[in-house]
């Protein structure tokens, strides 16, 4: 109980927590890590991890900045397509 409220409360994110139990379709996060706006970004992933039913790919980046999917492109696109064509 301890974990999953340190990931949420040192966030700057909404609590989606709720939701993430009813997901019925592989999920995949992707984040950086060690990030710069997240707290512990791994954590973070650690309970979406034990939350979200089913299939539960992490896709670590590791980069600092929080706009990841923009200046790498190119390997987030190639990262989003290796989980679509395998789920």
Do not use: W
């Not at 060690?34 to 992933?45: C, K, V, W």
């Not at 309970?47 to 790919?57: D, I, Q, R, W």
């Not at 590791?62 to 989980?83: A, R, S």
Request: glycine content about 2%; charged content about 30%.
């Amino acid at each position: 109980r301890r974990q999953r409220q340190m990931c949420i409360r040192d966030s700057c994110q909404p609590d989606y927590r709720p939701a993430l139990t009813k997901f019925t379709v592989p999920t995949a996060y992707f984040y950086a890590d060690p990030g710069s706006i997240l707290p512990r970004p791994s954590e973070i992933a650690d309970c979406y991890e034990k939350l979200v039913p089913g299939k539960f790919l992490r896709v670590p980046f590791d980069v600092i900045t929080h706009n990841f999917p923009e200046e790498y492109n190119e390997l987030f696109i190639e990262k989003v397509k290796e989980f679509v064509e395998k789920n």
